[in-house]
Structure formats: C-alpha cells, structure tokens
C-alpha cells in the first residue's frame, strides 16, 4: 500500500494525521463513481473515493482541509491505480 506523507499534517479531533495510507479501490468501491472523472483528478470523485480506501479514513471535511499539494499527492496516486501496472510515461 502507497504511503502518502503530508507536508501540512492535518488535526483530527485528538489526532495528527502526517501520512495516509492508500490501497487500490475494489470494483465495488467504485460504485457511483466514474473512472475517467477520477483519471482527470476531478475533487468531487475523488472527495467520495478517499473515504473507502484510504487510513485513517479521510472524510470530506478532511480532505477539505488538506492544502493543495498533499490534495495532488492523493489524486496522482489513484490515477495510477486507475492506469494498472503496465502504465508509463515516455518522453
């Protein structure tokens, strides 16, 4: 599972959340949502995908609350489980 680590941890009640952990979304988790919305890191798919794979859980709120670059951090990650394994880049 991809660790993320946050450059602006986030407070949760208690908590300091400085890294996430994401796993690759089971074709039921995808339920409601659209591959290529994702694939175009739009904030609302990924806003509503989040909370199913990742720990700690990261609601809405949370997500909301997480600056710019860590938000990208995120999105770029389910972009590359969305691509699968033979997915690259050649310049």
């Given at each position: 599972?991809?660790?993320?680590?946050?450059?602006?941890?986030?407070?949760?009640?208690?908590?300091?959340?400085?890294?996430?952990e994401l796993r690759e979304p089971k074709?039921?988790?995808?339920?409601?949502?659209?591959?290529?919305?994702?694939?175009?890191?739009?904030?609302?798919?990924?806003?509503?995908?989040?909370?199913?794979?990742?720990?700690?859980?990261?609601?809405?709120?949370?997500?909301?609350e997480l600056s710019l670059s860590d938000?990208?951090?995120?999105?770029?990650?389910?972009?590359?489980?969305?691509?699968?394994?033979?997915?690259?880049?050649?310049?």
């Amino acid at each position: 599972m991809p660790t993320i680590t946050l450059e602006k941890p986030l407070q949760s009640g208690d908590h300091t959340i400085d890294k996430i952990e994401l796993r690759e979304p089971k074709a039921g988790e995808m339920r409601g949502l659209k591959n290529a919305e994702l694939m175009m890191q739009d904030y609302n798919h990924t806003k509503m995908l989040l909370p199913r794979i990742t720990t700690p859980t990261i609601t809405g709120e949370l997500f909301d609350e997480l600056s710019l670059s860590d938000a990208t951090q995120l999105m770029n990650q389910i972009v590359l489980f969305l691509a699968g394994k033979n997915f690259s880049v050649t310049t």
